[in-house]
């Protein structure tokens, strides 16, 4: 790595990370598995796996360089990459060169989302370009402090469906679980921005769980539970567990999902012990939010494909941003790449209209032309559906090209990807 910078001290205190929370046992160390049972060979991965999660050569480069003091075991252990998180500006320009505007933004800093980042996610950044899409998406600028009409804090009413604190209840047969505002890399495009890294705001405690459970029990018509925040995952063993447990043994609940961006930013979550957790609980899926496919690491790899071997099922959720994915071929490697890991292309979200988030909204038409890139041009299972998360809290409206192209003398025309048109005798409503 080029200009390379003072090494960052391992000391470093964490202002609120997990706290006292952070109980359990980091995660074993000494089981090694083959760098062929993760991916197919690569050539950029070391062989001194660490726990189940391989050491790049990318992570071992910036280890050295700017944690000297820690070892691979260190860096492997996700509760280290949490305590060792970069929130200051003094340690974020350790690693990259700053611009004026990035420096001045986070000077600036009030209130909204805070900087965090783990030092894995970090190893990905451009040191240098700052219109890198991954440090676009973790790094602030001062366009987040420019408020356009309409732009609310709460864009999707969630507070309005709220029936007890921390439970959002807007469809009727499922329910969001805010379980914690904490993430361990915060996204500058965050939906729920008002409360993540936000402890005035919201702070999940038992207490509000139980609260929570206690409604969900009390209202059969919930037969999913998705369980999100802030990232669930990076609740410690012990709360995760107690949490799945309550839900699970509802008798109502039939799934559980878990929203999370854990396998992208600190694949090193990813442990045997967490693993044998969340296997316990049936049917469990995930969905994991991507956003680049420079996100697609051996870590990241490994991490999906050991979820997909514990049985979970993937399913990935990408927000359409400005300038940073907003092109077919880049959704589309990310697509293909998180179909090789197991991981299946599930929702396109159009950008939400949080305060500040004009520099990442892109029109509705750039997402239609994403789809109709997609759509044929590629395997059926790389291609997202498209949504708007209605603001006001009206729920996801998939939106799809006018593949439809109206009825004529009994037929419907259809339009397909290469922009030919067919008809297609269908049976008349009045003949059904
Ligand atoms: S990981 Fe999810 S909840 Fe956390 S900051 Fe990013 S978008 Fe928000």
């Given at each position: 790595m080029e200009n390379k910078c003072s090494a960052i001290s391992t000391e470093m205190q964490d202002p609120d990370p997990l706290g006292s929370e952070v109980v359990d046992e980091p995660p074993p160390i000494s089981e090694s598995l083959s760098e062929s049972q993760y991916l197919a060979p690569r050539t950029d991965i070391k062989l001194t796996s660490i726990g189940r999660i391989p050491l790049s050569a990318r992570s071992s480069e910036f280890l050295r360089d700017f944690f000297p003091n820690a070892t691979p075991a260190d860096w492997s252990n996700w509760h280290w990459q949490i305590r060792n998180s970069i929130y200051t500006r003094e340690q974020i320009q350790r690693i990259i060169a700053l611009t004026g505007d990035e420096s001045l933004a986070m000077m600036q800093h009030r209130s909204g989302v805070p900087l965090r980042i783990t030092p894995y996610y970090a190893?990905?950044?451009?040191?240098?370009?700052?219109?890198q899409a991954l440090r676009r998406s973790v790094v602030p600028v001062m366009?987040?402090?420019l408020v356009s009409p309409s732009e609310a804090a709460d864009p999707l009413g969630e507070e309005d469906q709220s029936p007890v604190p921390g439970l959002v209840h807007r469809y009727p047969d499922r329910v969001l679980f805010l379980t914690t505002g904490f993430c361990s890399t915060y996204c500058r495009y965050c939906t729920r921005s008002r409360i993540v890294g936000n402890n005035h705001r919201f702070r999940g405690s038992i207490s509000q769980w139980q609260k929570a459970i206690a409604y969900i029990e009390a209202t059969p018509e919930v037969r999913d539970v998705l369980i999100s925040g802030g990232d669930p995952l990076t609740l410690p063993d012990t709360q995760l567990e107690y949490l799945l447990s309550s839900i699970a043994r509802i008798p109502h609940v039939e799934m559980v999902r878990i929203g999370t961006k854990v396998p992208a930013v600190l694949p090193q979550r990813i442990t045997p012990k967490l693993l044998r957790i969340l296997k316990k609980f049936r049917p469990l899926w995930m969905s994991i939010h991507f956003t680049h496919p420079?996100?697609?690491t051996p870590e990241t790899a490994a991490a999906c494909n050991l979820l997909a071997d514990a049985g979970i099922p993937l399913g990935s959720q990408t927000v359409l941003l400005k300038g940073i994915n907003d092109n077919v071929e880049t959704l589309k490697s990310l697509y293909h790449g998180l179909l090789k890991i197991r991981v299946r292309p599930y929702y396109l979200y159009q950008c939400d209209p949080i305060l500040g988030s004009s520099h990442f909204r892109t029109s509705v038409e750039k997402g239609l032309e994403m789809i109709e890139g997609l759509r044929g041009h590629?395997?059926?299972?790389?291609v997202p559906q498209y949504v708007i998360d209605a603001p006001g809290g009206g729920g996801k409206i998939p939106l799809l090209p006018d593949y439809f192209q109206g009825r004529e003398h009994g037929d419907v025309k259809l339009r397909n990807y290469e922009g030919r048109l067919f008809r297609y005798p269908d049976l008349q409503p009045a003949s059904l």
């Open positions: 190893s990905l950044l451009d040191r240098d370009n700052p219109t366009d987040e402090y420079d996100e697609l590629t395997t059926g299972y790389a």
